[in-house]
T-cell receptor
Framework: GNSVTQMEGPVTLSEEAFLTINCTYT??????LFWYVQYPGEGLQLLLK?????DKGSNKGFEATYRKETTSFHLEKGSVQVSDSAVYFCALRNRGSQGNLIFGKGTKLSVKP | GAGVSQTPSNKVTEKGKYVELRCDPISGHTALYWYRQSLGQGPEFLIY????????DSGLPNDRFFAVRPEGSVSTLKIQRTERGDSAVYLC????????????FGEGSRLTVL
C-alpha cells in the first residue's frame, strides 16, 4: 500500500542551524510529493511540492528534491529561524487519486534563539 | 472570512450521542475534503467532495460516519452513536480544483467522546 515515513521528533535546533527532516515513501506508480506545515494555532498549509522525479520544490528557504531512486523527499533549510517552529508533514498523492493525500505522522520542530 | 472555517472548534459529547461538524470552505473552491487526526498521527483521509457529490468516500471508517455538501459549498460531517475511539481532531480542507494537491485546511474541530 501507499505510505509515508518521517523521522520522529521532536527536533530541537538553535537559530541559524541546518535542518533536515527525512521523509521516505512507498507508492504504486509515480506520486506527487508534498510538505505541509502547521504553525501553532493555525491550520496545515502547503509549504512546497514536487510532481515528478528530480523536481525540486522550494519555498521560504526550504527545499526538497523528489528522489525516485531512494523514494525520498527530505526537507532541508540552511539556516532556521525561531519562526520556523512548527509541525512538518510529508505527504503523497497517487496520480488518479484526486484529493486523497496520504500523510506522515509529522515532525515537530522547535528552534531556540 | 478568507480561510476555511470549522465549527465548533471543540465538542465534548457522551458515548452514543450524535454529532455534527460543520465546514465552510473558501469561496469558489469546488473540492472539499475531510480528514481525521488522532494524537501523534498525521491526518487520515475520510471523504472528498467535488461539487455536491462525494467523489471518494473510501476513508470513512464505518456507516456511523456520513458527510453531505448539498449546495456545493458548506459541508457537514455527521457521526452517529459516537464511540470513545472517535475522539480526534476533524480537519476540513478545500481546494480550487482536485488536480493541484494544494489543500487549504481549517483549524479543525476537536471531538472528545467521554
Amino acid at each position: 500500500g501507499n505510505s509515508v515515513t518521517q523521522m520522529e521528533g521532536p527536533v530541537t535546533l538553535s537559530e541559524e542551524a541546518f535542518l533536515t527532516i527525512n521523509c521516505t515513501y512507498t507508492a504504486t506508480g509515480y506520486p506527487s510529493l508534498f510538505w505541509y506545515v502547521q504553525y501553532p494555532g493555525e491550520g496545515l498549509q502547503l509549504l512546497l511540492k514536487a510532481t515528478k522525479a528530480d523536481d525540486k520544490g522550494s519555498n521560504k528557504g526550504f527545499e526538497a528534491t523528489y528522489r525516485k531512486e531512494t523514494t525520498s523527499f527530505h526537507l532541508e533549510k540552511g539556516s532556521v529561524q525561531v519562526s520556523d517552529s512548527a509541525v512538518y508533514f510529508c505527504a503523497l498523492r497517487n496520480r488518479g487519486s484526486q484529493g486523497n493525500l496520504i500523510f506522515g505522522k509529522g515532525t515537530k520542530l522547535s528552534v531556540k534563539p | 472570512g478568507a480561510g476555511v472555517s470549522q465549527t465548533p472548534s471543540n465538542k465534548v459529547t457522551e458515548k452514543g450521542k450524535y454529532v455534527e461538524l460543520r465546514c465552510d470552505p473558501i469561496s469558489g473552491h469546488t473540492a472539499l475534503y475531510w480528514y481525521r487526526q488522532s494524537l501523534g498521527q498525521g491526518p487520515e483521509f475520510l471523504i472528498y467532495f467535488q461539487g455536491t457529490g462525494a467523489a471518494d468516500d473510501s476513508g470513512l471508517p464505518n456507516d456511523r460516519f456520513f458527510a453531505v455538501r448539498p449546495e456545493g459549498s458548506v459541508s457537514t460531517l455527521k457521526i452517529q452513536r459516537t464511540e470513545r475511539g472517535d475522539s480526534a481532531v476533524y480537519l476540513c480542507a478545500s481546494s480550487l480544483s482536485s488536480d493541484t494537491g494544494e489543500l487549504f485546511f481549517g483549524e479543525g474541530s476537536r471531538l472528545t467522546v467521554l
